[in-house]
């Protein structure tokens, strides 16, 4: 939920600054906007400035304190144009936080202001990002402006989900049926709220479903039945909200190899969406690598200890998904700087798995080669980070990618993931 308490302090911050400068005249007559001033954490805002001198040099700076309590912050120099304007999405800055042009360079490329945070946590309960950023012109803040980002559009219902299934349903601000995405989780467990919310805000019917690490589930990703998403899937299948026809899955890391699973083994799948994940199925997370992960009618399926051991074709064979059963679309998105495991060497093995099986049905690689384990989230947010922990294993991991390659595939597969959705989905609907 919104924090209206922090949103109106920072207002009356700026307005008071506002009255301040005003009362001192032309000295104070540049402007600093965002438009728009309101957005969804998958969209753009540009920064602009007016006022200025023709080719003055001067400094913008991007605040934000995280759903962690934790300060982050950036800034660069830009050059006033004849107009002496600044538009972020048309200049780059001469030096700073971030280099060429970027709309929204001052948020992505922010760095904590305390040594020991490790990454950018999102606002608790999926509430509203407020980010603050200020024009400084001689040492002195001449102008602010505020922008809002949502992670969950106005009108998004969110239904618990308890008993056979786990996880929470959110339904867009529609009376119409919408297509239906079941969200899936990685290695971190519990729910994953935050595409689903994406998804939802844009239109779908997303069900973010835990399956280990949430309350009564298994604690570790071992021996997972996979006959629960089927369940999953027929549940979704008899909501009133959902067309029934037209289903996707969408997973990331450990998700986005079961998303790849769940697309071969159930024909109610319509699309597919894996975001860095693996071609086979790699053994348990997070405590015994050589415990299945997997079983099918209590059937263990065969599995590799890990991806990245997977040299003997002959021996991993077995554990390699059969993706070309698939009945719709394949959408694989990878990181080429992936730090946790070779997601591009493993996505282009899908994709040549399809071509050598001459699939029926559309399939694309969004390869980004600068990015990491976070190629192309949606969600357009300091990309800096550390070394992490992941909460399962409790242990460190390296997830690789430059902030600027992690944001430059967020950037451009925002829109690719969203036009595969409709086309794909949009299109089954109307051959039936």
């Given at each position: 939920m919104l924090d209206r308490s922090r949103v109106m302090k920072v207002r009356g911050l700026i307005l008071a600054v506002g009255l301040w400068a005003g009362g001192l005249g032309t000295a104070f007559s540049q402007?600093?906007?965002?438009?728009?001033?309101?957005?969804?954490?998958?969209e753009p805002a540009v920064i602009r400035a007016k006022g200025l001198t023709p080719n003055e040099h001067i400094s913008i700076q991007a605040?934000?304190?995280?759903?962690?309590?934790?300060?982050?912050?950036?800034?660069?120099?830009?050059?006033a144009d004849a107009q002496g304007a600044i538009d972020t999405s048309l200049q780059a800055p001469v030096q700073g936080s971030y280099d060429g042009v970027s709309a929204t360079g001052l948020i992505w490329s922010m760095k904590p202001a305390e040594k020991h945070?490790?990454?950018?946590?999102?606002?608790?309960?999926?509430?509203?990002?407020?980010?603050?950023?200020?024009?400084i012109r001689n040492g002195q803040r001449v102008a602010n402006a505020l922008v809002e980002q949502l992670n969950v559009a106005d009108g998004v219902q969110q239904i618990k989900v308890e008993g056979q299934l786990h996880g929470v349903l959110f339904l867009p601000n529609t009376k119409e049926r919408r297509p239906g995405v079941l969200v899936v989780g990685g290695s971190e467990g519990g729910v994953p709220r935050?595409?689903?919310?994406?998804?939802?805000?844009?239109?779908?019917a997303a069900l973010a479903l835990a399956y280990f690490r949430y309350e009564d589930l298994p604690?570790?990703?071992?021996?997972?039945?996979?006959?629960?998403?089927?369940?999953?899937?027929?549940?979704?299948?008899q909501r009133p909200e959902i067309s029934p026809d037209r289903l996707a899955v969408m997973g990331t890391s450990r998700g986005g190899e079961l998303a790849l699973q769940l697309g071969a083994m159930f024909a109610e799948v319509k699309a597919v969406v894996a975001y860095v994940p693996a071609n086979l199925r790699a053994g348990g997370c997070c405590r015994d690598y050589r415990i299945p992960p997997w079983t099918w009618h209590g059937v263990p399926l065969a599995f590799v200890f890990s991806p990245t051991q997977r040299r003997d074709l002959a021996a991993t064979f077995p554990a390699v998904i059969p993706v070309e059963h698939t009945h719709g679309a394949i959408l694989v998105i990878s990181g080429g700087d992936d730090g946790v495991w070779p997601s591009t060497e493993m996505s282009d093995a899908v994709v040549g798995r399809l071509k050598q099986d001459h699939f029926p049905y559309p399939y694309e690689h969004l390869n980004y080669p600068h990015a990491g384990h976070r190629a192309g989230r949606p969600q357009i947010v300091p990309t800096w980070h550390?070394?992490?922990r992941n909460p399962t294993s409790g242990r460190e991991e390296y997830l690789g990618g430059k902030p600027d390659g992690d944001a430059q595939s967020s950037l451009d597969a925002i829109p690719k993931v969203l036009e595969f959705l409709r086309t794909s989905l949009t299109e089954h609907s109307s051959q039936n």
């Open positions: 402007t600093l906007e965002v438009i728009p001033k309101r957005v969804l954490v998958d605040d934000l304190i995280d759903g962690a309590d934790k300060p982050w912050s950036s800034q660069a120099e830009f050059v945070v490790a990454q950018y946590q999102g606002p608790r309960d999926l509430g509203t990002q407020l980010i603050q950023f200020r024009l935050q595409k689903a919310a994406w998804l939802a805000s844009r239109g779908y604690p570790q990703l071992e021996r997972i039945p996979l006959e629960y998403f089927g369940r999953a899937l027929a549940w979704m299948m550390g070394t992490t």
